[in-house]
């Protein structure tokens, strides 16, 4: 879709003179003076009752097993070699030179060179039913073994933070394209008229690429994720100044809704003018739903212990994740809750030192979330992803090839890492695909980015091929042109 900005009268392409001006202004006001009597008579319906517009609940293609997806997003790449993926062949092979077999990949970080193996020094047991694997650095994810399927031969392409990031949200290593918050959100609507469809959640850094990792790309502007504040109140200015009313506020907003659909008007092309339109209708309605769904000091203190919010190691991340269950709660579509914003996992040298932080921060949330969903019924009915943009080599980074053991990093590993995914009625305890005997590339039922995010968009009961958007005269889709659904995930 071109966008065609009009500087001139539509009528005569020249600018308004002051009496067009006046006449135009008194039309408008006399509009509104209608409108208002319209609406007081009940002939036309209130501002605060035409819903969502754009972001109206809409019809899933087929029976969803999930209403909303908590994406626990571990930001810098997680060692799946280290958490969910054990390889006892890094033990044999620890200090050789990667075997030739084991063709490395020409980046800037590895250069063509065979790299030093290093193994894992993690210790690892079995654990529920199923017997899933998972190291000592998860002991309390642990306990949730037999909810959790794991993912073991994911794949992406991006090789940096930016670019990896960016793909595991919208499918694409360049900028552009819509997030699939913003999909799911386009597909479906929103599930609280009071609260935006899609939520982000990030900690004391920002997320490698920003915004474009939950924009809405060439979708319309309105189906964008809603950044909630990492410090002080998430939401800023939800309360209107004192002395004034909610009905004068509700004459403001009319009128400035007028003047802006007037403008839109103007501007056929220009979805961000409808997005405005709609976020200002959405804050007005969000001053009586946000308070209370961001407010966890109302939560019991075995709740808040529960996520960790009585430790300093886990107190962010946990208060988010209980922010993401009381979203969920409230009809919250998507909601995004990055762990390390920044690049926090990126351990290329002293990844010891490096996961053990990250996994203490994040280890307690998790578990906290998913006995919190079970407990209230909602876990049958959200789908909780956890993972990063990529996971990390089973050979030494070059920052660390000469470190001890305890001081050795991993570097980026797009071409086989590990993500899991619990509940929405899948079955846990299981893993599913492989890696090599190192841990290097998927190996056994290779699971790309668009694999995962078709998957995810079919739980909400969207067809990942049915879901388009026509731009510029392409019919886009969220896969792009690829996507399977992971079928091991749906029996």
């Not at 529960?306 to 409230?330: H, I, P, Q, S, W």
């Amino acid at each position: 879709m071109t966008k065609r900005i009009r500087r001139h009268t539509p009528a005569t392409g020249a600018p308004l003179s002051r009496r067009e001006l006046l006449a135009r202004s008194g039309s408008g006001l006399g509009s509104l003076a209608l409108a208002h009597l319209l609406t007081g008579s009940g002939l036309l319906p209130s501002a605060s009752a035409t819903g969502r517009g754009s972001l109206a609940a809409r019809e899933p293609h087929h029976a969803p097993r999930a209403r909303s997806v908590i994406w626990l997003f571990m930001e810098g790449g997680p060692s799946h070699i280290d958490l969910f993926d054990p390889k006892p062949e890094l033990e044999r092979l620890a200090g050789q030179l990667t075997p030739p077999s084991f063709k490395l990949p020409v980046t800037s970080a590895t250069g063509s060179h065979r790299m030093p193996i290093v193994p894992s020094l993690r210790k690892w047991r079995q654990h529920g039913e199923g017997g899933l694997w998972v190291s000592d650095w998860y002991p309390h994810v642990a306990q949730h073994a037999d909810d959790l399927a794991v993912v073991r031969s994911c794949w992406a392409d991006g090789l940096n933070h930016v670019g990896a990031t960016r793909q595991m949200n919208t499918g694409s290593i360049l900028a552009g394209r819509p997030s699939l918050g913003a999909w799911a959100t386009y597909g479906l609507g929103a599930g609280n008229e009071e609260l935006p469809a899609f939520v982000v959640l990030t900690d004391d850094k920002v997320v490698r690429g920003g915004p474009t990792n939950w924009g809405a790309g060439f979708l319309p502007a309105s189906y964008q994720g809603t950044h909630f504040r990492s410090d002080g109140p998430p939401v800023l200015d939800l309360r209107p100044p004192s002395g004034v009313t909610d009905s004068r506020q509700r004459s403001r907003l009319d009128l400035l809704q007028v003047l802006n659909r007037h403008h839109a008007g103007r501007l056929p092309a220009d979805s961000e003018l409808d997005a405005r339109i709609e976020a200002y209708e959405l804050a007005y309605r969000m001053q009586s739903a946000a308070p209370a769904a961001v407010d966890v000091d109302k939560e019991t203190e075995a709740t808040k212990r529960l996520y960790g919010l009585d430790e300093k190691e886990t107190a962010r991340f946990g208060t988010n994740c209980l922010l993401a269950r009381r979203l969920v709660e409230r009809g919250v579509r998507f909601i995004e809750v990055y762990c390390g914003s920044g690049s926090g996992w990126d351990g290329h040298a002293k990844l010891e030192a490096n996961h053990t932080k990250w996994c203490k921060a994040s280890d307690k949330p998790i578990s906290g979330l998913l006995t919190d969903l079970k407990s209230r019924g909602l876990l049958d009915e959200t789908l909780v992803v956890w993972g990063g943009e990529f996971g990390r080599t089973p050979f030494s980074d070059t920052n660390s090839r000469k470190a001890a053991p305890e001081d050795y990093g991993r570097d980026h590993n797009p071409w086989g890492f590990t993500m899991w995914l619990a509940g929405a009625g899948i079955q846990g305890g299981r893993t599913i695909g492989s890696t090599d005997e190192i841990g290097f590339r998927a190996r056994e039922n290779p699971c790309h980015v668009h694999d995962v995010h078709a998957t995810i968009l079919h739980l909400l009961g969207l067809n990942h091929l049915d879901l388009t958007y026509l731009h510029n005269g392409r019919s886009e889709r969220a896969t792009i042109n690829g996507g399977k659904l992971i079928d091991e995930l749906l029996a």
